[in-house]
């Protein structure tokens, strides 16, 4: 490997930005090689990787859409999930409807009647999730289908039973009742369990488990060796990543070939691609390979971070206590755990919603990517036709000049005494420029209903692994020897004992 300082040459009106300049491959691998801003790059295997580290620069980036493109990334994870090279091929085509040769199927697809830049497919799919996932109806359609989910998985028994392996002990009420009273479980498991569980019955329905009820279980082991698609393993090195790939996507194939009186619970975004998927003659294995990859994003970071949030709770009874009483004011009994009100706690919760942006802000790894797919230049340095272009977001959000001294530690209290910092360039949780997530509100209710329901249900303390007292409790490390595609995963699990 070997890093490249970009020329600091100022451009003048008749010559083009200068070229990286090469340096010897024997320099310190850390960013004090580099005490300014400026873009460097990186030498791969013959390919150019230039690392963004200014915002005006990364800026610069989003905005340039014609030149730095997302589409190249996207099409290789479509040709990993096993899509067909020629459905991929088409499905980056603008003005799609040309592709419909039934005239009666052009008059009621959403590429023709709905499309009226003549995106192409893969874009105009990017306006329906916002369609589905930002304020207004179809989002209403999805926050009230998910309390009831989850609900129904924060369960002593549910848990118990969903994960029955890692459960280290659990105690029997008494009395005519009956049931457990108490169960000890990890606490990432228990994030991750719920989450996915709750969230793929709230844009699949039932259904999809009828089909496979193992669904979650197999999909979560894909996740766990998922890092490997970014690294290009071949097959036979990641046989059980492939293998479980294939039962994810055949499960799903069946789900979507279901006529629509048989799956009425899909959620709108999944109903629009299976049906523009399949006027474009994907076959239902190329279409749930697509939905897959969807898949991915939705549960890839919501349970970490739900983790980092439960772990700092669990561990400082002050920020405990405030964000209990924050969370109490929004159930409408003093002793209910339905109904929550969730737009009271998403606007009037300070701490809870400290806490999520300071998760966001330490625990975020991943990056904004891009491709050259043309000359251009990025402030006044020179990008090539084929460079990637990185702008990884932990560096921005551990900035100091922006988040005060101790950028690099955990403080929520920081978001408190300036909420002001949340709507700093530097800081971008969610990505930004046209590949800003819609899912972000999605995602935030959906991690602060767990944290409020838990709370409100039960007592929750780190315990040991059966149970016992452990005396000051402590966040676990990050974990650094794992890629991570998006939110960090911890070194280590915290033991956690649920009491109803």
């Known amino acids: 490997m070997r890093r490249n300082r970009l020329s600091k040459s100022k451009v003048s009106h008749h010559s083009p930005p200068p070229p990286p300049q090469k340096l010897n491959h024997n320099v310190p691998p850390n960013s004090t090689y580099f005490p300014d801003t400026e873009p460097y790059s990186v030498i791969l ?11 005006k620069d990364l800026s610069s980036v989003w905005r340039n859409t014609s030149a730095l493109s997302y589409d190249p990334f996207t099409s290789r ?33 959403l590429l023709s009647c709905a499309n009226p830049k003549k995106l192409s497919y893969m874009h105009l799919q990017s306006q329906w999730f916002k369609t589905q996932l930002l304020p207004g109806e179809h989002l209403n359609g999805l926050l009230e289908a998910y309390p009831v989910f989850l609900s129904r998985f924060l369960d002593i028994s549910m848990l118990r039973e969903g994960l029955a392996g890692e459960i280290s002990s659990s105690r029997c009420a008494s009395g005519s009742g009956g049931g457990y009273s108490s169960v000890t479980l990890p606490l990432g498991r228990f994030c991750r369990y719920v989450l996915a569980q709750s969230a793929f019955r709230t844009f699949f329905g039932e259904e999809l488990f009828e089909i496979e009820p ?22 036979f090195l990641a046989p059980g990543l492939q293998a479980d790939r294939k039962r994810v996507i055949a499960a799903l194939a069946v789900y979507l070939d279901l006529p629509e009186s048989k799956r009425k619970n899909t959620a709108w975004i999944f109903g629009a691609m299976n049906s523009e998927l399949t006027h474009l003659g994907l ?28 772990a700092h709770i669990l561990t400082n009874q002050d920020l405990k206590a405030s964000i209990e009483s924050e969370i109490n004011a929004c ?3 003093p002793t209910s755990d339905h109904g929550c009100d969730m737009e009271k706690l998403s606007t009037a919760s300070p701490h809870l919603n400290a806490l999520w942006a300071e998760a966001l802000r330490l625990y975020n790894f991943s990056t904004a990517v891009r491709k050259a797919v043309d000359d251009c230049s990025v402030g006044s340095k020179v990008i090539h036709k084929g460079d990637q272009v990185f702008g990884p977001v932990r560096n921005f959000h551990l900035a100091e000049n922006v988040f005060s001294a101790g950028a690099a530690e955990f403080d929520y209290t920081r978001f408190l005494k300036n909420p002001k910092i949340r709507q700093a360039k530097e800081y971008f949780p969610f990505g930004g420029g046209h590949t800003l997530c819609p899912g972000r509100y999605f995602a935030e209710r959906e991690v602060y209903l767990l944290v409020a329901m838990s709370l409100r249900r039960w007592k929750m303390e780190v315990t040991t692994a059966d149970g016992g007292v452990v005396q000051s409790p402590k966040v676990p490390d990050i974990r650094m020897d794992l890629p991570s595609l998006a939110a960090a995963a911890p070194a280590g699990d915290l033991f956690v004992t649920i009491k109803s």
């Not at 090279?85 to 603008?94: A, D, G, I, S």
């Not at 239902?284 to 970071?301: E, K, P, T, V």
Request: one cysteine or more.
């Open 77 to 109: 994870m479509l040709m990993a999930f096993g899509i067909t090279p020629h459905h991929v091929r088409n499905l980056y085509k603008p003005d799609p409807a040309r592709l419909l040769h039934d005239e009666k199927t052009r008059e009621h697809s």
């Open 283 to 310: 076959p239902a294995h190329d279409r749930a390979g697509l939905i897959m990859m969807i898949c991915w994003a939705i549960n890839n970071n919501a349970h970490y971070i739900a983790f980092w949030m439960f």
């Open 45 to 55: 295997m013959g390919g150019t990787t230039v690392i963004i580290r200014d915002i």
């Open 331 to 333: 159930f409408p009994t």
């Open 214 to 235: 193992e669904f979650t279980r197999i999909y979560q082991r894909w996740e766990d060796a998922s890092w490997k698609i970014f690294y290009n393993f071949p097959h």
